[in-house]
């Protein structure tokens, strides 16, 4: 069943993102139609605040390439060190993740206070958006049990 195969999905991801991710399903310039997120309320809130999307390296890197990279490989953007500004909320190593198929993108980042995701973590990473990105293509709603297990993860949800 998709949705329950969805359900595990979100919460592999949960589980490998242990300071936080940002999964944003099938964008439609900047805009996914699902977003999900477990950063911390204040990174959140000031990258909201601060307009951060604009010149964000993961962001950037997600529209721009496929498959996976390490944040420490991003460049830093001229206008401000976002990647630092992450590392003092909390969150110094990190993944992108990027998919397209089908004509549609998704991006995923994800974070750990710990170390650097070894490769074999950063491609099972790709396989779980690679197989959430292709359940998630054609479904305009999720299921009830998804959003069931969004909220007991506290992982917070919007639709476009």
């Known amino acids: 069943m998709p949705a329950r195969r969805i359900g595990e999905l979100v919460e592999l991801l949960y589980l490998a993102g242990t300071a936080g991710f940002a ?3 099938h964008l439609t310039f900047t805009t996914p139609r699902y977003m999900l997120q477990t ?3 204040a990174w959140r809130n000031h990258y909201a605040r601060e307009g951060l ?3 964000d390296p993961t962001v950037h890197w997600g529209l721009a390439n496929t498959g996976w990279t390490r ?3 991003l460049p830093v953007p001229p206008q401000r060190d976002i990647l630092s500004e992450a590392t003092a909320h909390g969150m110094p190593y990190g993944i992108t993740v990027a998919t397209l198929a089908r004509g549609s993108r998704s991006i995923a980042s994800l974070s750990r206070a710990d ?3 070894s490769d074999a973590e950063a ?3 790709r396989g779980l958006m690679d197989e ?3 359940l998630t293509f054609s479904i305009h709603t999720l299921p009830a049990p998804v959003d069931s297990l969004l909220r007991r993860l506290s992982i917070l949800f919007s639709q476009s």
């Open 53 to 55: 999307l604009l010149i």
């Open 115 to 117: 170390r650097e995701y």
């Open 39 to 41: 950063y911390p309320a």
């Open 71 to 73: 944040w420490s490989a």
């Open 132 to 134: 959430l990105h292709d």
């Open 123 to 125: 491609d099972g990473v």
């Open 23 to 25: 999964v944003g399903l």
